[in-house]
């Protein structure tokens, strides 16, 4: 059933009415009501909130109206309860109860206090440490006959806010890159959201908002609003104009969900993609740079191997940090100095390990400070982070590298707000506000006051217990407190005859009873009252102590952004040392040179017995493709990957798992690895793979690194060869890109008497009587047998099976030879010299017409003709 509000408020319920008025202002989302000690959702959403919680649906009896269905949950799990709804793609919104029901004439009043969507959400229960949140706008704008496409990404509770002016066609890229929670789209782009789900693997909400959001006019405006500038010249983003507009976008959308302090958030960036590598998302996933193929997380990936981080801030930027490589030359060897001087100075290392370690994560801490979201404890957490700075710059203020210190010359220490909240918080705060107590004494005098108002009541009330067991000769009388009932004095049954007169009963237990007294009266306004004061006073204290922090939002990002850069470069040196890496050299030249590379993941992962076996790899002006054969197992793959690895690590600026390498700095990498389907987007493997192959050809470029895999695997033996082949030769005559092909085509060895720029490698092994040993030595040189059968062998396949392929294999090499060269050569051809020539069906035809011509019976001028013939037939304009 939809509600429709305007019909229905007549003979509804005040507090339904109430409700409805609320929903008609957020539609879209679901609403959750506070009643009593309840959030409660009504109608459709009902629904929704049990099915997706698995909780009860019941009715709730709505005046003259009929009953209307309701789901709910006790208020104080609301945090998990809403996690779950806002991580199953549900957008949030909470009405809460804003006076006391106690105290409220007639219906109490409601407001919405808070909205949460994936994209909008600072709760620790859906967030991740390790992880931003992005909420994204995405717009297409046309200025001329220019189009452009605008994204903006913002993570809330860090604070990061970058927006990128693209060709429409880059998007899909950099969407894979931030892998955003919640992407805006404006009412006119709506059919987008479907190409955004096909390119986004995760479950991903799109939020259609209205154009009007999507103009330049508004956009400058609600920026400029919210920078407090005249002019955007000075974020560097007057020109983007696409982009610009996103970001207005984003801000637009925060402040419609009530984001309303949002002051924290004091840049804004432009992503220039000069300055890094674009990784697509097939890269990412092939070379299992953030989380391995077989189950998704990160065990099994390289950031695992290489995050040695000791704290969040440290963590998220590096999962950045592999995810865009550098392009900058200064920038790379910039951090491999400092990562060099880390590894050198051990007690250095050792004790900015413990440094970072101690600091809590001030982004996140910061944004929930700046919304009042925060909790004492959290704010004490922020101040001791903060004492931690003034070690780690002395630490490092000297050190040999230009980066480290000029790092940590750029933090602030903060002496002064650093000191306030020392002697603010009591270190000994409990998490809650309500509770109180978690000021210190002597940070503010009237509080004092209030404390030893309420301390001394307290104590006269022990002199009231004291008198009164006197008086009653009742030992065992006790003064408590409970929040019902306020103080009384507990007498037990037994004694409850000698209570006197002027006791006035408050209550009755099953073993006691419960009385008050005039005096005692007096005591609890006085205690109440002070109590009272002083918990409200608190509550402003901390408000105001929150705001003074807020007003250091710049200097204390800044500090985060320079304490995670130190913990990555911590984190590098650390595996680097742990795992033998060296540094390598990054150059400008377009070679690359690689001294027993291993596998940063496998060589980890492999048993002792059985080490990870170094491998070379080179590429020079004259060596641009290495056409690496061999039979199934025997390590093709990992070995170009490796490769990958190792210029990945190079260019984010990490040491390398090799005995030397020089890298000549790589503008892309681009892989295609095995088959992969794509089934929910409906394309066929085969599809998938010429796709991804087909945008390696059109954006490689001299300066790429190619890793290509068993290309054409998804069709005919034929096409899927031809294919392999035609791609060598474009990569060879127009890319020129330095590129590892993998493949069991061993008739593509051929490609190398054609081009100087191939050389073939193959990956070795060694048969015995009865086996195969992998030796993993890539080596100089074709492979010329695939093994596969013997690897169905080892993998445990019945012995009938490979008996039987055995014999299949054997009938259709002969086949194969027939087709190639026909039925004449059946038989007479050595092994080596299997090739299948696939440019000679048209010469064959050339030459079968040639052979067909009678000279003899030829005038000149049939001569003439017969040749233009021949021109034709070998494709010359004569
Ligand atoms: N250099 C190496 N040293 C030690 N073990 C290795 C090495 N390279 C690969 N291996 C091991 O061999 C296994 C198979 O390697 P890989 O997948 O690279 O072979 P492949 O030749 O690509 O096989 P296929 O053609 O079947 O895809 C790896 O999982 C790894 O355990």
């Known amino acids: 059933m939809k509600v429709t509000p305007e019909k229905k408020k007549g003979s509804d319920t005040p507090m339904m009415r109430q409700y409805l008025e609320v929903k008609e202002r957020y539609p879209e989302y679901l609403l959750l009501f506070r009643v009593g000690d309840f959030y409660e959702s009504f109608y459709e959403d009902a629904r929704k909130v049990s099915e997706a919680l698995n909780i009860v649906l019941t009715r709730r009896s709505n005046g003259a109206s009929a009953d209307i269905p309701m789901a709910g ?11 779950r709804l806002v991580k199953k793609g549900f957008k949030v919104t909470v009405c809460d109860q804003v006076e006391d029901p106690s105290q409220a ?68 890229d950099m969407l894979q890159s931030i892998q955003p929670s919640e992407i805006l789209l404006s009412s006119r782009d709506k059919s987008y959201s479907d190409t955004v789900s096909r390119i986004l693997p995760q479950e991903v909400v799109v939020t259609i908002l209205d154009d009007w959001m999507f103009s330049e006019e508004s956009a400058s405006q609600v920026i400029e609003r919210h920078f407090k500038t005249h002019s955007l010249k000075g974020f560097g983003i007057d020109s983007a104009f696409a982009a610009r507009v996103a970001a207005g976008v984003v801000l637009h959308y925060l402040a419609d969900t009530r984001q309303n302090r949002l002051q924290y958030i004091t840049r804004i960036a432009l992503v220039d993609a000069r300055d890094h590598m674009t990784l697509d998302l097939q890269t990412k996933r092939n070379l299992e740079i953030i989380s391995s193929m077989q189950d998704g997380s990160t065990s099994g990936s390289l950031l ?11 963590a998220r930027l590096l999962r950045r940090w592999l995810l865009r490589p550098l392009k900058r030359i200064d920038a790379i060897q910039a951090r491999l100095d400092a990562v060099e001087v880390l590894i050198e100075e051990g007690a250095v290392r050792k004790a900015l390990a413990e440094g970072l370690g101690g600091i809590h994560d001030l982004e996140r801490a910061l944004s929930r400070i700046a919304t009042f979201r925060s909790m ?60 109180g107590g978690y000021i210190r004494s002597g940070y503010n005098a009237e509080l004092d006051l209030l404390r030893s108002v309420s301390s001394n009541a307290k104590s006269g009330l022990m002199e009231i217990q004291q008198a009164e067991r006197r008086k009653t ?91 995670a850069e130190l913990d990555c470069l911590h984190s590098y040196a650390c595996c680097s040392e742990a795992y033998g890496y060296v540094k390598p050299e990054v150059k400008e030249h377009g070679n690359l040179s690689i001294k027993n590379g291993r596998h940063p993941v496998l060589e980890r992962i492999l048993h002792v017995d059985e080490p990870y076996v170094p491998n070379d790899c080179f590429f020079d002006k004259k060596q641009r493709m290495l056409m690496v054969t061999g039979p199934n197992m025997a390590g093709k793959s990992s070995y170009l990957r490796q490769n990958g690895l190792i210029v990945l690590l190079a260019q984010v600026g990490c040491f390398v798992p090799a005995d030397a390498a020089e890298i000549g700095l790589v503008d892309r990498i681009f892989t295609r690895v095995g088959a992969s389907d794509n089934l929910t987007s409906g394309e066929s493997t085969f599809l998938v793979e010429m796709n991804e192959a087909a945008n ?41 890109a330095r590129t590892l092909f993998a493949t069991h085509y061993h008739e593509l060895a051929e490609l190398e008497e054609r081009f100087d720029s191939i050389s073939n490698y193959n990956a070795t092994v060694v048969e015995t009587a009865d086996k195969v040993v992998f030796l993993r030595k890539i080596v100089r040189g074709a492979s010329d047998n695939s093994y596969g059968i013997e690897v169905a062998r080892m993998a445990g396949m019945p012995s009938e099976v490979i008996q039987r392929a055995k014999e299949i294999l054997s009938g259709m090499e002969k086949r194969d030879i027939m087709i190639s060269f026909g039925k004449e050569c059946a038989g007479t051809i050595e092994p080596q010299s299997r090739q299948i020539y696939l440019f000679e069906e048209e010469e064959r035809k ?33």
């Open 304 to 314: 695992q191997v290489i995050d040695k981080t000791c704290n969040p801030m440290g």
């Open 73 to 83: 949950f006790p208020h104080h799990a609301c945090e998990g309860y809403i996690a």
């Open 473 to 563: 000769a009742i030992s065992t009388l006790k003064i408590q407190y409970n929040r019902v009932f306020g103080y009384y004095i507990e007498v037990s049954k037994a004694n409850s005859d000698k209570v006197p007169d002027y006791y006035e009963k408050k209550q009755t237990l099953v073993n006691a009873e419960r009385y008050t007294i005039a005096e005692l009266k007096e005591y609890e306004v006085k205690i109440l009252n002070a109590d009272e004061k002083s918990q409200m006073l608190e509550q402003e204290l901390f408000r105001d102590l929150c705001v003074r922090i807020t007003a250091c939002s710049k200097e204390i990002q800044q500090n985060a952004e320079i304490v």
């Open 376 to 435: 004492p404890r959290e704010v004490r957490s922020l101040g001791s982070s903060l004492q931690k700075l003034p070690a780690i710059q002395a630490l490092l203020k000297d050190s040999g590298s230009d980066r480290l210190k000029k790092l940590v010359s750029g933090l602030d220490l903060l002496d002064e707000i650093t000191s306030i909240i020392e002697s603010a918080i009591d270190p000994e705060a409990g998490a809650k506000l309500r509770d």
């Open 696 to 736: 390696i050809l059109n954006n490689a470029t001299g300066k790429s690194l190619i890793l290509l895999d068993e290309i054409g695997r998804g069709t005919s033996t034929y096409d899927g060869m031809s294919i392999a082949w035609a791609m060598s030769e474009y990569i060879q005559s127009v890319v020129g």
């Open 846 to 878: 050339l030459k079968n017409a040639i052979e067909a011509l009678n000279i003899n019976t030829m005038t000149p001028l049939d001569a003439l003709l017969e040749l233009k013939k021949l021109q034709d037939l070998a494709g010359g304009d004569g």
């Open 105 to 172: 004439k007639g219906l109490v009043r409601r407001e919405i206090t808070d909205i949460v969507t994936p994209g909008v959400t600072y709760s620790d229960e859906i967030l991740d440490d390790k992880h931003n949140n992005y909420l994204c706008a995405l717009c297409f704008m046309k200025k001329g006959r220019e189009r452009r496409a605008g994204v903006a990404f913002i993570d809330v509770t860090t604070a990061e806010f970058r927006i990128a002016d693209l060709q429409p066609e880059q998007v899909k």
